[in-house]
């Protein structure tokens, strides 16, 4: 069957078998390998993505049932070379460790800050409590996402974050 | 439960983000990761790639009586079916346990687990592969499964490994350490003896990525490309060169990034050796991931330590002797990943952090119908079933005594005076200052209000629990002379070259699943060079970019090969102190290191830079006379010495009396891992094994039913915390440098799973204090902690 949607403000249309899971259509025909696929059960959310701007988990979601809607992914957060500001506060605040959950729950955090700019801890915790992290303990990924509430307005300056890699 | 919002922010932009060497430094792989850049194994696509399926046993033990794959051959898309008889006339039916046992690689006489492979397909896309697994009909002869550990040594016990010739019952293995008599004699003198039972439960470490690879062999060149899930390439290449009969060379093992391993990625499964014969036959790439039941139910547990613990004192509290028998489930094959000397891995350091008198401890392992492992899961190779015996025994003794268990921790710590100690069992502690790291979690928990509000709340019909736990960790295997895995010694090699115009790169023998290698070890040679860490390049994870090492395990990565990366760029500075003499025109005796240039002595305005001498060294002026140009060293660091960081841990929890749910209101880490390198790191670190420690002590558990079937097999199932189950971590440290490691660190990696599992359950059993309970076993979820309250409890199996 033919499906076609926006992926990350592209169009594309692309015929694929009934049952194909929308993360296998990211990852496998549209090669955004960015969302992850890491269990059989829809607990894991490694591959979260936003659904007409919610946060969906795309291994629950038939490709076919995205046609027609937006999508957008981890790839689909940097605009323009800039970072996203949860993306830069998860490398402030060291979010993530081996990075597999983190498209997933960069992809939360951005949904969850768009509808509430200024979450609270409790909030921030029930956001991402659909989705594993096995490295960091979720302490760090809070105060990730709420560096990225507090630099809301700001803009990296430049492409790579200095610290990083200058 | 202790919100963020109640401690202060820590300082996250102005801070020391742009150290030369070590300190709080962001990370340099991050950028990648959150663009969705990484390369994990399942985002490679080669050309031509085919994707492979595992045909999996659905029942625990059964004889394989017939396997049926026409239909399957038949399917469309379809490129190859192989079945254990297949790979056996290529001799490849059966492969080498790290722990020198074998493994089938695919079933050819019988199933032994629920789980185990059978068969595989390969086939154009995934979809495809999984579809056509349902087209092979194999036909079972059932066997009665051994699934209780307890009886799986009885007469007359089903025979698992019955493929062994002479081999009539399911004995593992026999290994003791310590001295048995004088053991007993202490404690038939005792004033007091404790003994408890103790199971530590199957876990699993279900890394967020499951195991994977893509085999590309090159039928022209004969040579291998394999990328896999592995937290060991090179130990990885020599098996596969010795198992599959390739020579070494032909071999290219490429550890991409890994989503995280714990250990579980440290054997070598079938799946893996099932992807290499699935390109050899196909002449294409191929590749296999696991799904997440796979993971679960046929990749490495860990734990599975039936445990009698017993504990000798002097009325006043003294420890006198601790004793312990184990029995330990090796599953179907041992697949222990362990130096070859230590079956029971470094599970001798049971005496914990306590100078006691004598020790003695026997473990006898069996085979049962179960997926084999062992040792996986942060656990440092068994210390946190060590650590969990101890610390629970002496909280066992203290509620004995009645005496505060900080208290009688306090008495019978080894003292900072003792160290280097030898302990009962011959392990020599290098360092500590256990007092210190006690009195400052102590400090951070505020120890006496908390036991004064325990009171408070208990009045009120509360039940509020505090637990204390204290860990010695012995890591960075290891001294050549004493471990080997296979034969291959433990040491690691490091390469550092430095570029004419003063960038460096680094080649180190370990990978990370998430550690941050690319930011710590640049950091390292920072430290030691003077070159910014954003000018030096970390690779590895590849066996042909990479000297040989044995891998990321065991927390053994900066004791080991954080030693070689400290010491190669040691002999690259002495050569850098040579051509400096030249280029300054004096004797090398009268050059001093500041970091980063060498200074005339008394002259201090004279000097050149690393990055002048780098450039000299390459260049086409004089090079003192004798000496080779370039700028460059290798190294491979043999460690004279395990390392061993500690850490006091103290967990409060509340546990509803109307339901029995535990929920952990704070958790204090202290944790001494020597010589820091990058504070933000470690904290992550301990925040991630903390986690792990709430899952392992109140929810996580792979259980069996009596056939066999595993009832974990699914995230649904297998419980993992979830941001909702874990409270905001109060973590410190203090520093005791390692004596003998050249940085003086220790490493850090899974101090926090070893030694958070026994607070935690410590905190539990002081909770239900005014029920009488003495111990619940591990994992304490709402129906085993309210069975332990109706003075009901039971192990878990």
Not at chain 1, 83 to 88: F, H, K, N, R, S
Not at chain 2, 625 to 635: H, S
Not at chain 2, 753 to 767: K, L, R, Y
């Amino acid at each position: 069957m033919q499906v076609s949607m926006t992926v990350n403000d592209e169009v594309v249309t692309e015929t694929v078998e009934g049952r194909m899971l929308l993360v296998h259509f990211l990852r496998d025909r549209l090669r955004l390998t960015g969302t992850h696929w890491g269990c059989d059960t829809s607990n894991c959310g490694t591959c979260v993505v936003q659904l007409d701007g919610e946060p969906v988990k795309s291994c629950t979601v038939l490709a076919a049932m995205a046609s027609g809607h937006s999508v957008r992914t981890v790839e689909g957060l940097e605009v323009d070379h800039l970072l996203d500001p949860v993306q830069q506060g998860f490398i402030e605040c060291h979010g993530l460790q081996c990075g597999f959950c983190t498209p997933g729950m960069l992809m939360t955090a951005r949904a969850l800050l768009d509808r509430d700019p200024d979450p609270s801890e409790a909030t921030i915790r029930e956001a991402i409590s659909g989705q594993i992290c096995r490295c960091t303990g979720y302490t760090s990924i809070i105060r990730s996402i709420q560096w990225a509430a507090a630099h809301a307005h700001e803009h990296p300056t430049s492409d790579e974050p200095t610290d990083a890699t200058s | 439960m202790t919100t963020i919002e109640d401690v202060p922010p820590p300082a996250l932009v102005d801070n020391d983000q742009h150290p030369v060497g070590y300190g709080r430094m962001l990370r340099k792989e991050d950028p990648r990761f959150v663009r969705g850049l990484g390369t994990f194994c399942d985002d490679l696509q080669l050309p031509g790639m085919l994707h492979l399926a595992i045909l999996r046993s659905p029942v625990a033990h059964a004889r394989i009586t017939h396997i049926d794959v026409t239909a399957a051959e038949a399917h469309p898309k379809v490129k190859a079916v192989v079945t254990g008889a297949d790979l056996a006339k290529r001799g490849l039916a059966w492969m080498t346990t790290l722990a020198d046992d074998v493994q089938a690689v695919l079933a050819t006489d019988k199933v032994r687990y629920q789980g185990q492979e059978v068969a595989f397909v390969v086939a154009e896309d995934h979809y495809s592969a999984r579809d056509a697994l349902e087209l092979i009909f194999v036909d079972y002869d059932m066997l009665d499964p051994v699934i209780d550990l307890r009886t799986a040594l009885d007469p007359g016990a089903p025979v698992v490994r019955d493929e062994i010739e002479g081999k009539a019952d399911n004995h593992g293995f026999d290994w003791e350490t310590g001295d048995a008599a004088a053991t007993s004699a202490v404690f038939k003198d005792a004033e007091v003896t404790v003994t408890q039972d103790l199971v530590f439960p199957r876990v699993h470490p279900a890394p967020m990525e499951t195991c994977g690879a893509v085999a590309d062999f090159d039928r022209v060149s004969g040579k291998l490309t394999m990328w896999s899930t592995t937290q060991a390439p090179h130990a990885h290449r020599t098996l596969y060169a010795i198992v599959a009969g390739i020579p070494e060379h032909k071999i290219r093992v490429i550890s991409p990034d890994v989503g995280g391993g714990f250990g579980n990625k440290v054997p070598i499964y079938p799946g893996y050796v099932c992807a290499i014969v699935g390109s050899i036959v196909t002449g294409k790439p191929v590749k296999w991931m696991e799904d997440r039941t796979e993971n679960l139910v046929s990749t490495a547990f860990a734990r599975d330590y039936i445990m009698r613990g017993e504990i000798a004192a002097t009325r006043d509290g003294r420890i006198l002797a601790i004793r312990s028998n184990v029995l330990a489930d090796l599953g179907a094959f041992n697949g222990t990943a362990a130096p070859l000397k230590y079956p029971a891995g470094f599970f001798g350091v049971f005496t914990g952090s306590y100078d006691i008198e004598a020790a003695h401890c026997a473990v006898t392992a069996a085979y049962t119908n179960k997926a084999p492992g062992g040792v996986a899961y942060s656990c440092s190779f068994r210390i946190a079933e060590a650590v969990y015996l101890v610390e629970r025994m002496v909280d066992r003794l203290a509620s004995e005594l009645d005496i505060d268990p900080v208290e009688l921790r306090m008495k019978n710590f080894i003292q900072p005076e003792q160290f280097p100690y030898t302990t009962k069992t011959g392990w020599v502690y290098d360092s500590g200052n256990y007092p210190g790291a006690m009195n400052e979690a102590l400090r951070i928990a505020g120890y006496d209000d908390l036991r004064a509000e325990q009171v408070v709340r208990r009045e009120r019909g509360e039940l509020m629990g505090i637990g204390v736990s204290f860990f010695t960790e012995a890591v960075g295997a290891g001294p050549r002379k004493d471990m080997d895995i296979l034969g291959l010694g433990m040491a690691d090699g490091c390469e550092l070259r430095i570029h004419p115009t003063g960038k460096a790169v680094v080649r180190i023998s370990v990978q990370s699943q998430g550690q941050g290698h690319e930011t710590t070890y640049a950091q390292i040679i920072a430290e030691e060079i003077g070159i910014s860490p954003a000018d030096i390049d970390v690779v590895h994870g590849d066996t042909d970019n990479t000297p040989f090492g044995l891998g990321t395990y065991g927390s053994r990565s900066t004791p080991v090969s954080g030693a070689a990366a400290a010491l190669v760029a040691r002999k690259v500075r002495d050569k850098a102190k040579i051509i400096a003499s030249g280029m300054l025109e004096v004797s090398v005796a009268d050059l001093e290191w500041r970091k980063g240039a060498f200074h005339v002595k008394g002259d201090p305005g004279t000097s050149v830079t690393i990055q002048d001498i780098a450039m000299r060294a390459y260049g086409s002026g004089d090079l003192p006379e004798g000496l080779e140009g370039g700028l460059e060293a290798q190294i491979c660091y043999n460690p004279e010495n395990l390392t061993y960081p500690f850490g006091a841990y103290i967990c409060v929890v509340d546990i509803d009396p109307g339901t029995a749910k535990v929920v952990v209101r704070r958790f204090i880490a202290v944790d001494d891992c020597g010589t820091r390198i990058n504070d933000m790191i470690i904290e992550g670190q301990v925040h991630g094994g903390l986690t792990d420690g709430i899952g392992i002590a109140l929810m996580e558990y792979i259980g069996f039913d009596e056939e066999g079937n595993c009832l974990n097999g699914s995230l649904m199932d297998y419980l993992i915390p979830t941001s909702l189950e874990v409270p905001h971590w109060e973590t410190s440290h203090t520093v005791t440098p390692s004596p003998h490691h050249p940085i003086g660190a220790k490493g850090v990696g899974e101090s926090a799973t070893v030694g958070s599992p026994p607070a935690i359950v410590n905190a539990v059993v002081d909770a239900l204090k005014p029920f009488g309970v003495q111990h619940v076993d591990m994992p304490c979820t709402p129906s085993r902690v309210w069975e332990a309250m109706q003075g009901r409890a039971r192990p878990p199996m």
